[in-house]
């Protein structure tokens, strides 16, 4: 049985991500997804999680924030071999769509950025042929494409993939949907569900559903989750590094709290309490 550790949305903030490596050196790691824009240091972000995901000690997710950045390449690719006037105007308008929404700190990091020099280790993690939008957790650590038979956590960016008004493709709403965007019916056997892309105070649970991005990238606030027994509430850790605290208090109120600890990023990992039930 392997240890999985969920990490919610990085954006760009890889000193977190090594800490939460250093905690737990041994896990196998379940990212939620946008890792990029927004903080300071996507390109580093990106690189350490490929090397992770190379070595088989990371399962990556698609964000919203990896999809945005994916539609200008994506046509600009086909502009290529086509010479399609508007397959290059289809690509202008996504890559301005993805700098509107966060794709500048990516530019700024870089010095400029531009779909004809577009980094190729971006688009090594945006195109992964295994960069998934919905995967089920079972008690032995096992991470499955599809609802298993046994107990799981259902885990994804944003929400459970079911078909919306604004969003008819379940893994099209997986990306995007909110809270109240609900309700959210998930496959049987599926004891609960957890999510980033919202930001929430602190680690919140929702009927079954449970959010844990804390905005790190301006609070210094990275919410860590251990899987285990589905059966069983997971235990949450909470990494204080650099940052605003203080402006987690714009974010959502809804739901409930989810109990978890606070860890300075200096501080030693705490021995895990394994009395909580779910």
């Known amino acids: 049985m392997r240890q999985v550790v969920v990490i919610p949305d990085l954006h760009g903030r890889v000193d977190l991500l090594q800490s939460a490596l250093n905690l737990y ?3 196998h790691y379940l990212c939620l997804g946008d890792a990029i824009d927004r903080g300071p240091h996507s390109l580093p972000t990106v690189e350490l999680l490929l090397e992770l995901h190379a070595a088989g000690r990371a399962t990556l997710l698609m964000g919203n924030h990896e999809r945005m950045a994916m539609e200008g390449p994506r046509w600009y690719r086909d502009y290529l071999g086509t010479h399609d006037m508007g397959d290059y105007r289809k690509a202008m308008e996504g890559y301005q769509w993805w700098m509107r929404a966060g794709g500048d700190s990516v530019r700024r990091e870089l010095g400029g950025l531009t779909l004809e020099q577009f980094p ?5 993690y945006l195109y992964l042929p295994d960069l998934k939008r919905v995967v089920y957790v079972t008690a032995d650590g096992a991470i499955h494409d599809e609802a298993p038979s046994q107990p799981s956590v259902l885990v994804s960016h944003a929400a459970p993939p079911v078909a ?5 493709n379940p893994l099209s709403a997986a ?3 909110r809270p109240f965007e609900g309700p959210f019916p998930m496959p049987d056997g599926v004891v609960y569900s957890l999510h980033g892309h919202t930001p929430v105070r602190q680690p919140t649970r929702l009927a079954r559903h449970v959010y844990v991005d804390l905005g790190a990238y301006e609070t210094g606030r990275l919410a860590l989750v251990e899987i285990g027994n ?3 509430r997971p235990t949450i850790r909470v990494l204080q590094g650099s940052g605003s605290p203080e402006t987690g208090r714009k974010y959502m109120h809804f739901g409930e709290p989810m109990p978890s600890e606070e860890v300075r990023m200096t501080q030693p990992r705490p021995a895990a309490d394994q009395s909580s039930p779910w």
Do not use: M, N, S, V
């Open 120 to 124: 190729e280790l971006l688009a090594r």
């Open 175 to 177: 990306l995007w949907l």
């Open 25 to 27: 050196p041994d896990a």
């Open 230 to 232: 589905p059966q069983e």
């Open 164 to 168: 919306h008004q604004t969003h008819p």
